[in-house]
């Protein structure tokens, strides 16, 4: 059975800890979520999103220390922009990532990664470790703005809900850094 909590972090940890898969709120819209350390969540959130197996996830990071997990190789002008906008609504693209983590680069080199600008989903991700956290509806749809939503699109197939009210957000800006230059992929940048 699935269980919708309003907050239990600790249960959400050890769930999401343990392989699990969740629609959880974040600071822009709620997002179908798993561990991104975890090849088969990951996998499992594909098909349950029915998301083209190509187009690689937004990676949520409690911290700037995930760069360095996936090999990732920053220069101080890059640092001096997460600076900006992390913590925050804004995901770069970075490339150099490790091949170790071919199953989220979908046969590139390169992640979207972000810090998200909820302190209680960063506290979550500093226990948990990275997550993988695309919009919480099937690829084509309009996201869930709420549980009942998410609910109708994905029913049994997720693990468990966390409750976080109504979200009527935009997704994250997408940015990528390249030779000194900020290029928009999507939305625009503001914090």
Do not use: C
Request: aromatic content about 8%; overall charge negative.
């Amino acid at each position: 059975m699935t269980h919708i909590y309003k907050t239990n972090n600790k249960e959400i940890i050890e769930l999401l800890k343990s392989g699990k898969t969740a629609v959880v709120p974040t600071d822009t819209i709620y997002g179908l979520v798993g561990s991104a350390l975890n090849r088969q969540t990951v996998e499992r959130i594909y098909e349950i999103k029915d998301r083209n197996s190509l187009k690689p996830f937004i990676i949520l990071a409690g911290s700037y220390e995930i760069l360095d997990d996936f090999g990732i190789v920053i220069d101080k002008y890059t640092r001096s922009i997460l600076d900006k906008i992390w913590p925050g609504k804004v995901s770069v693209i970075f490339h150099g990532v490790s091949q170790e983590f071919d199953y989220l680069t979908r046969g590139g080199d390169s992640l979207a990664i972000r810090i998200p600008d909820n302190s209680q989903l960063r506290q979550v991700i500093t226990e948990t470790g990275p997550l993988v956290a695309p919009s919480a509806n099937p690829e084509g749809k309009p996201p869930a703005v709420n549980i009942k939503e998410a609910e109708i699109y994905f029913g049994e197939s997720v693990d468990f809900y966390v409750d976080g009210g109504e979200l009527r957000g935009e997704p994250s800006r997408i940015i990528e850094i390249e030779n000194g230059k900020i290029k928009e992929i999507r939305g625009r940048i503001n914090k």
